[in-house]
């Protein structure tokens, strides 16, 4: 049973270009939540999603990003017109049911916005 | 909403001696704990995790906390440590129910820098 698996790993990205980021949950789960990871910070908040629905999205920018989970396939966190402060580490959970007692991390995905 | 603090940012320790990495928290209701370790450039592993019943909580790689509700606390220890446990620990709240259970509140981390 493989884990909670994001890719790419890294990602570098001009000012100004888009990132997509991807998060394919664990099997069985069907509850996804998105972290970021500033340098010398803590993991925020970002987005909880279940499948074609975003549930919480209050710790989203208001501007620039957005977050799906559809039916089929990963579930996605674009990022528009990237600028050098979204350069982080974001960090993808799953879970079986919305509870975060039970919630498997991601190895994450290291954007570096240049 | 919740809040959590880690008092050490970093911890330097020799090797097989104990250690102790502190959190606390700060909560308007009851939550759920638990501590995290992050191998450089890697996800976050569960370690530990505090829900109900005995305070004094065992984990993997002979970790253990302890929840002090009256101190608002969970202090993760270990009675020796070894070179593979150098990396970040980060403490984490969420309440078991209600507006915002599925968000987890973490710490800022502690580096814990085992010395050979």
């Known amino acids: 049973n493989a884990g909670v698996m994001q890719n790419p790993r890294h990602l570098v990205r001009r000012r100004g270009q888009e990132a997509r980021l991807r998060c394919s949950p664990m099997?069985?789960?069907?509850?996804v939540y998105w972290y970021r990871q500033l340098p010398e910070e803590g993991l925020k908040f970002m987005v909880y999603?279940?499948?074609?629905?975003?549930?919480?999205e209050s710790g989203m920018p208001k501007e620039r990003f957005s977050a799906e989970f559809p039916k089929e396939g990963p579930s996605i966190l674009r990022i528009q017109q990237v600028v050098r402060g979204d350069s982080a580490a974001y960090f993808c959970?799953?879970?079986?049911?919305?509870?975060?007692?039970?919630?498997?991390f991601g190895q994450g995905t290291r954007l570096t916005v240049v | 909403a919740q809040s959590v603090t880690q008092l050490d940012s970093q911890v330097p320790v020799f090797e097989e001696a104990p250690v102790e990495l502190r959190c606390n928290y700060s909560?308007?209701?009851?939550?759920?704990l638990f501590w995290y370790v992050q191998y450089p450039n890697q996800g976050l592993q569960l370690l530990l995790k505090?829900?109900?019943?005995?305070?004094l909580v065992k984990g993997i790689n002979g970790f253990e906390a302890e929840f002090n509700k009256s101190q608002t606390s969970f202090h993760l220890r270990k009675p020796s440590v070894h070179i593979s446990d150098t990396a970040e620990y980060f403490c984490?709240?969420?309440?078991?129910?209600?507006?915002?259970?599925?968000?987890?509140?973490f710490g800022k981390g502690t580096k814990l820098s085992v010395i050979p």
């Open positions: 984490a709240v969420t309440p078991p129910r209600g507006a915002g259970s599925y968000q987890l509140t």
């Open positions: 909560s308007s209701v009851s939550v759920y």
């Open positions: 999603l279940q499948k074609e629905n975003i549930i919480d």
């Open positions: 505090y829900l109900s019943g005995s305070t």
């Open positions: 099997k069985g789960h069907s509850h």
């Open positions: 959970a799953s879970s079986p049911q919305g509870q975060n007692t039970e919630a498997f």
